[in-house]
C-alpha cells in the first residue's frame, strides 16, 4: 500500500535544495587549505597528454575518471529530475554517484521514485544512502538493505551529521553507542559500506574506529566548502535556533586536513575527499595526498539545475583539468599522481 507522504520531510527537502541554490551557504572564514598546497611543474614531463589515463576499478566497478557526484538530494519532484540527470550525466562519463538520504523513502513508499536512476544510469557506480544516527531510532540491517534494493546500489553510504542534527530543530540527538550498530550491518550486508561525513570532516581516531568496525571507504566530507549549519540557519524556524546555528559557521576539519589524518587513521581504506572541491586542480591534490576519488555537489547540482547540457560540460571541464594537472606534474596514471610531491610554503607535505 503507498504510504502518504509527510509534508514536513518533503517540505525540508525542498528547503535544502532552495537553501543550497539560492543562499551563501559556505564557510565564513574556513577553506578547505588546498588552495594553500602547490605542485611543483615539470616543464619536462615526457608524457603526451592523450595517453594521461585517468581510469581506475573501484568495488569491482570500472571508472572512466576518479570523479563523484556526492550524496544530495531525493524526496521531492524537483530532486528527482535533478537525480535523473546527474545519473544520466555520470553514465556517460563513467563516474560514481551517491544519492541522498533515502531515509523519507524507507518510511513514505510514494518517494521512492524520486531515488531511483538505474532506467538512465544501468552501469554507474551507485551509492545508497542512510543516517548513521537512524540506527539509534530503530533502522538497522533490514532498512539498509531496502535501502539498496529500491535503487540497485552497489555500496551503503553511512553518513555522519552529528553538528547538523544537533542544530535542527527537529533533529536526532542520540549519538550513542553507534559503533557497535555499525560493526552489526558491516557484518551482515553483502555490499561495502561507506563512511561519509557531512562537511565537517573524520578525524584520525573516528576513521581507525571505522575501519575497526568494518567500514570500507571513508568519504571525509571536510569544512570549506557548503556549511550544513549555515543551511539549517537559513532554514531556523525561531531567532533562538539561528543563533545556535550561526555559531557554527566555521566549525570542521579543513579538506587537506581531514585526507591525512583519515590515511593515517585507515591507510588501507580507499578515501574519497570531498568538501569545498572546486575544480580538476583540487580533484588532483586530493589524489596526490592519497584519496581515491574526488567528490563535488553543489558543483554538480547548480550546473544540473541550470540544463544537462551545462552539467555535461561542467564534467568535460574537471577531466580536462585534471588530465593536464597530471601531465603537468608528470603523472601519467592516477597511481603516479599518487606519489607526486605537494608542497606548502617551500616544504614537501607528502611524497
Known amino acids: 500500500m503507498t504510504e502518504v507522504t509527510d509534508p514536513q520531510i518533503s517540505r525540508r527537502k525542498a528547503d535544502h535544495i532552495r537553501i543550497n541554490l539560492e543562499e551563501n551557504v559556505q564557510f565564513p572564514r574556513v577553506s578547505t587549505g588546498l588552495e594553500k598546497l602547490y605542485f611543483i611543474h615539470q616543464a619536462v614531463p615526457e608524457i603526451n597528454l592523450s595517453e594521461v589515463d585517468l581510469s581506475l576499478e573501484l568495488f569491482g566497478r570500472k571508472l572512466d575518471a576518479p570523479l563523484l557526484i556526492s550524496s544530495m538530494i531525493g524526496g521531492t519532484e524537483e530532486a528527482q529530475q535533478l537525480n535523473l540527470r546527474m545519473a544520466e550525466a555520470a553514465q556517460v562519463h563513467r563516474m560514481a554517484m551517491g544519492l541522498g538520504s533515502q531515509r523519507a523513502a524507507i518510511e513514505h513508499s510514494d518517494l521512492i521514485p524520486t531515488f531511483q536512476v538505474r532506467s538512465v544510469a544501468p552501469d554507474i557506480l551507485l551509492f545508497a ?62 555490499v561495502p559500506v561507506i563512511a561519509k561525513e557531512v562537511g565537517w570532516g573524520f578525524s584520525e581516531t573516528a576513521a581507525r574506529k571505522l575501519k575497526n568496525v568494518g567500514i570500507s571507504a571513508i568519504d571525509v566530507a571536510g569544512a570549506g566548502g557548503t556549511s550544513w549549519s549555515e543551511v539549517e540557519y537559513h532554514r531556523a524556524p525561531t531567532a533562538f535556533h539561528a543563533r545556535v546555528a550561526r555559531a557554527f559557521a566555521d566549525w570542521g576539519i579543513p579538506t587537506a586536513d581531514t585526507i591525512r589524518m583519515v590515511a593515517g587513521g585507515a591507510p588501507d581504506l580507499p578515501i574519497f575527499a570531498s568538501g569545498g572541491l572546486k575544480d580538476g586542480i583540487d580533484v588532483a591534490k586530493c589524489i596526490a595526498l592519497g584519496a581515491t576519488l574526488g567528490g563535488m555537489a553543489g558543483v554538480y547540482l547548480r550546473a544540473a539545475n541550470s540544463s544537462y547540457e551545462a552539467l555535461d560540460e561542467t564534467i568535460q571541464v574537471i577531466k580536462a583539468q585534471l588530465r593536464i594537472a597530471m601531465q603537468c606534474v608528470g603523472a601519467s596514471t592516477l597511481a603516479e599522481l599518487r606519489e607526486t610531491s605537494l608542497f606548502s610554503e617551500g616544504k614537501a607535505i607528502n611524497g
Request: proline share 3%; aromatic share 8%; with cysteine.
Open 129 to 190: 544512502n542512510l543516517g548513521v544516527v537512524q540506527f539509534n531510532y530503530g533502522y538497522g540491517p533490514d532498512e539498509c538493505r531496502r535501502a539498496i534494493d529500491m535503487v540497485e546500489a552497489d555500496a551503503l553510504i553511512l553518513h555522519f551529521n552529528v553538528l547538523q542534527e544537533a542544530v535542527q530543530p527537529e533533529g536526532d540527538t542520540n549519538w550513542s553507542s553507534l559503533l557497535n550498530r555499525i560493526e552489526e550491518v558491516t557484518r551482515v550486508l553483502e
